[in-house]
């Protein structure tokens, strides 16, 4: 994969570099500053962009602005996003756009190096990466209705897994369950949230697409 890298930590950045290179990767471009991130990203159009949220010169949200503003002029970028905090309003912005190939995992997670590698893999690929502590307290401040009332918790516990980026035999070994059952609960997610039977595929990311934009409503 071609790799962008927007992150002012010089050794966190540097890190992933080597990280990304002992992997077989190509880190196509490393960006410090805010200003500097959404020509590089219209540039070299990586597949998948790794944005750190805040960046100089205000250390606000220079980076999720200009992620946001890359994914407007090209819809098919795909972003990881990294926070040191769970960043509601910045994780609700991201998502009100699209949750087609777009990540936001805390910094802590990077630690963690295979979990960030099948992260930044599943993002690259269209999928999802969320972290478990985003979507926790997306659910906890999330106010209005609910479209995801039918679901029973045991669904909404499947489907916050999925949103993680999960596959089937996983959320089965994290829940206790059998694979079957697993299974027959994501068939209920998507009967309940009125979703034809065929392209099973792309009615899993429907369906995750719908739970996360559930959470980041105000």
Avoid: W
């Avoid at 080597?18 to 471009?29: D, F, I, K, N």
């Avoid at 500097?36 to 070299?44: E, G, Q, R, S």
């Avoid at 972290?131 to 659910?139: F, G, K, T, Y």
């Avoid at 027959?184 to 792309?202: A, E, Q, R, V, W």
């Amino acid at each position: 994969m071609r790799i962008l890298i927007a992150e002012d930590n010089a050794l966190l950045r540097e890190g992933l570099v080597l990280l990304l290179h002992s992997e077989g990767h190509e880190v196509c471009a490393t960006v410090e500053h805010g200003d500097d991130l959404l020509p590089a990203l219209l540039d070299h159009r990586p597949d998948v962009a790794v944005v750190d949220v805040r960046l100089p010169p205000g250390f606000r949200d220079e980076g999720l602005r200009a992620a946001v503003e890359a994914r407007r002029r090209l819809p098919a970028l795909p972003v990881l996003i990294l926070s040191q905090y769970v960043e509601r309003a910045y994780a609700a912005e991201l998502l009100a756009q699209s949750a087609t190939g777009v990540g936001y995992l805390l910094k802590d997670r990077v630690g963690h190096t295979e979990e960030f590698l099948q992260a930044l893999r599943r993002v690259a690929g269209g999928g999802t990466a969320m972290d478990p502590e985003v979507i926790s307290q997306l659910m906890a401040r999330r106010t209005g209705p609910d479209p995801l009332a039918a679901l029973t918790p045991r669904e909404r516990e499947v489907l916050a897994l999925m949103a993680e980026g999960h596959n089937n035999p996983t959320i089965a070994r994290l829940l206790f369950l059998a694979e079957s059952s697993v299974n027959k609960h994501i068939g209920s997610i998507f009967g309940k949230l009125g979703m034809p039977t065929p392209d099973t595929g792309h009615r899993r990311v429907r369906a995750v697409l719908t739970y996360l934009r559930t959470l980041a409503d105000e």
